[in-house]
C-alpha cells in the first residue's frame, strides 16, 4: 500500500510520496486538485488565503501513515468515512493518508494484515497517526474483543505506544457509545480512559459526519498539527455549536410551534421537534450545517428529532422520545417531573395535615385552660 | 390597668388581661427584605416559565414563525429573572457580610455547635406536637436556618450555577460566561442534558421548600411566641408576651 522505502541514513517519511504525487498518479488534474484545496480550506473555515497554504503543504508534505483499527463497533464510522461526499474525497482521502493498516478495507487479511500492522509500526515510529474505531472491553482481561487472536486492547495499547496523535472515531471511542451503556457488562471504556499518554482528537458521533472526519485528517495532514479542541477535546470547527443553534427549524422553536405527535398537522408543516425529544439543544454537532448524505439531509430535517449521538453517554439519558427523561437513580423509571411532583404532592399533604393537627391541637389548648395568655 | 393605662381606646377586661408589655427588634434590614421579596417574584417566574421550557404549552397559531415570538419571550423571562436572581444573591452575599448578624445566619451555620443542634431538635418537636411552647428568636430559629442553609445558600446556588451554564451554552463556547461555568458540563457527565435534568429536579427543591416556607411562616405567625409574616415587612420583630423561656 505505501512504498516500500528504505529507511536506512534517513528519517523514513521522506520516502514516501506527497499527496500531490499520489493524486497526481491517479490522474487527477492539477485544476481539481487546487478545487480540493480551496473547498478544503471553506470546509475548515479557513480564509482563501490559506488555499495556496494547503496547496503548498499537499504538494511538499510526505503522506502521513496511518493505522486505522476496530474494537467493540459496528463500522458505522467506516461505512460513513468511504461516502465522504466531498469533492474528490471518497477517491482521494484513502489515498493521500497512507492507509497502511485498516483490516475491514485493506485487501490483505489473516497473517499478512497484521504482518502489515507491525511493519508500519516499526517503520513510522512515532510518526504515524493512529485511528480508532470502536473500544477495548476491559473486563474479562479483555477477552469480549480478540482481534487478531489477541485482546483489543493490547493491539490498542501496542499501536498507541509509538503514535504521534490518536484521533477517537465516533461516539464508540470517544465515549463507549452502546457497548458501555449501563450496565456496560463488557466493561467497554473509551480511548482517552485507556491510552493518557498520547494527545486525542474525539470526533464523536454514531457515526460521525463523513465530510467532519475527512475535515479533521486534512487539518491535521496539512497543519501537522491537532485543530482547536473543545474542553472535552472534540474539534471546536465541528462541535462548537449546537444542532439548535443552527437548526432550520429554529423559528418554530422560538415561536413555540412544535410538532405534537408523529402524524398531526404540525409535523406536515415541519414544525420544531422539541416536544417530540429532539436533543438538538444539547447535542454539538455539524449536522445542521454540514448534513449528510452529500448535504442531502439530516434528521431533524427527515422529521425526527435529534438523538443526541454525538454527546456523552447518550443511551442512558432516557427515551429519545422525551424532552424531559427518566431518571434512574432513584431505582424506579420516572423523570424529573414524576419525582418533583410526588415529593412536592408529599411535602403538600404533609404540610395539610400537620395544619389540622396543629388546629386540633390549638383548640384542645383552649378548652383546657381557662385564660389564652397562659398558654400563650 | 384601664383604657388610660394602656393607651388602647376599646379595650374591654377580657382584652386587657392578654395585654402583655410588647418588646420588638429591627431584625431585617432594608437590603435583606428587599432581596427576600425581588427573590420571591424572581423564583415564581423562574418556576412557571422553567416548567414551560421543559413541557412547552400547546403550540399556538398567531402569525408566521417571523412575527411570533411565544416560546422566544417565555425563555427571556426565565433568563431575566434568572439574571435578577443571581446578581440578588450576590448582593445578598454582600450584604451578609457588611450586614447585622442576623445577614449573616443564611451563610454561617454552626454545625459543630452541640447547643445549636439541641435546639434544632427542640424545634423539631415543637413541630411534633411534643413540646408545648416554642422558644423565642430574634433572627431564625436553628432548624429555620438549616432548612434556609440547604433549601437556598445551597438550593439556590445550585441552580444559579446550572443555570448560568446552560445559559452560557447559547452565547457560544467562546464567550466568557462559557469559559467561568464550561465545568459545569465536566462535573455532570460531559452531557448537557444532564445539567437540564438537574436543574429540572432543582426546581422541585426550591417548589417544595416554597411550600413549606408559606406554611410555616403562616403558622408560626399564628402560634409562635413572635411575629413571622410582617417581619418580613417591616423589618421589626415583636414578641406576644414577656415570659422567659
Not at chain 2, 430574634?138 to 440547604?150: I, K, Y
Given at each position: 500500500m505505501h512504498p516500500k522505502g528504505d529507511i536506512e541514513g534517513g528519517p523514513a517519511v521522506s520516502q514516501i510520496e506527497t499527496f500531490y504525487d499520489v493524486m497526481r498518479r491517479q490522474g487527477i488534474t492539477r485544476r481539481s486538485f487546487m478545487k480540493y484545496c480551496s473547498l478544503t480550506a471553506a470546509a475548515l473555515g479557513l480564509s482563501p488565503a490559506m488555499v495556496p497554504r494547503i496547496a503548498h503543504a499537499m504538494e511538499t508534505k510526505p503522506r502521513t501513515p496511518v493505522i486505522w483499527v476496530h474494537g467493540l463497533e459496528c463500522t458505522c464510522c467506516s461505512e460513513s468515512f468511504i461516502r465522504s461526499a466531498h469533492p474528490l474525497a471518497k477517491d482521494v482521502v484513502l489515498s493521500m493518508i497512507s492507509l497502511d493498516y485498516d483490516d475491514t478495507l485493506m485487501a490483505a487479511a489473516g497473517h499478512a494484515a497484521e504482518a502489515a500492522f507491525e511493519e508500519t509500526i516499526a517503520k513510522y515510529r512515532g510518526n504515524y497517526i493512529l485511528a480508532v474505531e470502536g473500544n477495548p472491553p476491559l473486563n474479562e482481561d479483555g477477552m469480549f474483543c480478540i482481534t487478531g487472536g489477541k485482546p483489543f486492547v493490547e493491539k490498542l495499547r501496542h499501536a498507541a505506544k509509538d503514535a504521534k496523535a490518536i484521533i477517537s472515531w465516533g461516539a464508540c471511542a470517544s465515549y463507549g457509545c452502546v457497548q458501555a451503556a449501563k450496565p456496560n457488562p463488557t466493561q467497554a471504556t473509551p480511548v482517552h480512559k485507556v491510552i493518557t499518554d498520547k494527545p486525542i482528537i474525539k470526533v464523536p458521533g454514531c457515526p460521525p459526519i463523513a465530510e467532519v472526519m475527512t475535515g479533521v485528517i486534512t487539518y491535521m495532514l496539512t497543519f501537522d498539527r491537532l485543530p482547536e479542541l473543545d474542553r472535552q477535546g472534540r474539534p471546536a470547527m465541528f462541535y462548537g455549536q449546537r444542532i439548535h443553534d443552527k437548526c432550520y427549524r429554529r423559528p418554530h422553536f422560538d415561536a413555540g410551534q412544535f410538532v405534537e405527535a408523529w402524524d398531526d398537522e404540525n409535523a406536515r408543516k415541519g414544525y420544531c421537534l422539541y416536544k417530540m425529544g429532539c436533543k438538538g439543544p444539547t447535542t454539538y454537532n455539524a449536522c445542521s450545517t454540514v448534513r449528510w448524505n452529500e448535504g442531502v439531509s439530516f434528521p431533524i430535517q427527515s422529521g425526527h428529532g435529534c438523538i443526541g449521538c454525538s454527546e456523552d453517554g447518550f443511551w442512558d439519558q432516557g427515551s429519545f422520545y422525551n424532552r424531559v427523561t427518566d431518571l434512574t437513580q432513584f431505582g424506579v423509571e420516572a423523570n424529573a417531573d414524576k419525582v418533583g411532583m410526588a415529593a412536592a404532592g408529599v411535602a403538600g399533604a404533609a404540610v395539610a395535615v400537620h395544619a389540622a393537627v396543629s388546629a386540633l391541637k390549638a383548640a384542645q389548648k383552649k378548652t383546657q385552660t381557662q385564660t389564652s395568655k397562659e398558654e400563650a | 390597668m384601664s383604657t388610660s393605662e394602656s393607651g388602647l381606646h376599646d379595650v374591654d377586661e377580657s382584652d386587657l388581661a392578654t395585654v402583655s408589655r410588647q418588646t420588638s427588634v429591627y431584625v431585617y434590614e432594608v437590603p435583606v427584605r428587599l432581596w427576600h421579596w425581588i427573590n420571591a417574584l424572581a423564583i415564581m417566574v423562574l418556576c412557571v416559565t422553567g416548567y414551560f421550557i421543559g413541557s412547552p404549552p400547546p403550540s399556538m397559531q398567531i402569525a408566521e414563525p417571523t412575527h411570533q415570538f411565544v416560546f422566544g419571550y417565555i425563555r427571556f423571562a426565565h433568563f431575566a429573572a434568572g439574571w435578577i436572581l443571581a446578581i440578588g444573591f450576590l448582593g445578598r452575599v454582600y450584604w451578609?457580610?457588611?450586614?447585622?448578624?442576623?445577614?449573616?445566619?443564611?451563610?454561617?451555620?454552626?454545625?459543630?455547635?452541640?447547643?445549636?443542634?439541641?435546639?434544632?431538635?427542640?424545634?423539631?418537636?415543637?413541630?411534633?406536637?411534643?413540646?408545648?411552647?416554642?422558644?423565642?428568636?430574634?433572627?431564625?430559629?436553628?432548624?429555620?436556618?438549616?432548612?434556609?442553609?440547604?433549601?437556598?445558600?445551597?438550593?439556590?446556588?445550585?441552580?444559579?450555577?446550572?443555570?448560568?451554564?446552560?445559559?452560557?451554552?447559547?452565547?457560544?463556547?467562546?464567550?466568557?460566561?462559557?469559559?467561568?461555568?464550561?465545568?459545569?458540563?465536566?462535573?455532570?457527565?460531559?452531557?448537557?442534558?444532564?445539567?437540564?435534568?438537574?436543574?429540572h429536579l432543582g426546581m422541585w427543591w426550591i417548589v417544595i421548600f416554597m411550600i413549606i416556607h408559606i406554611y410555616v411562616a403562616i403558622r408560626e405567625d399564628i402560634m409562635s411566641r413572635q411575629s413571622i409574616v410582617s417581619t418580613m415587612i417591616s423589618g421589626t420583630r415583636t414578641f406576644k408576651d414577656d415570659l422567659p423561656d
Open positions: - | 451578609a457580610i457588611f450586614g447585622n448578624h442576623h445577614a449573616r445566619q443564611l451563610f454561617y451555620v454552626p454545625i459543630w455547635r452541640g447547643s445549636w443542634w439541641r435546639e434544632v431538635f427542640f424545634e423539631v418537636r415543637w413541630y411534633l406536637f411534643l413540646e408545648r411552647a416554642p422558644k423565642k428568636y430574634v433572627g431564625h430559629n436553628p432548624l429555620a436556618q438549616l432548612a434556609m442553609f440547604c433549601f437556598i445558600t445551597l438550593g439556590v446556588s445550585f441552580m444559579i450555577v446550572t443555570g448560568l451554564a446552560l445559559y452560557s451554552e447559547g452565547l457560544g463556547k467562546e464567550s466568557g460566561l462559557y469559559a467561568l461555568f464550561g465545568w459545569v458540563f465536566t462535573l455532570f457527565g460531559n452531557n448537557p442534558h444532564i445539567v437540564h435534568t438537574y436543574h
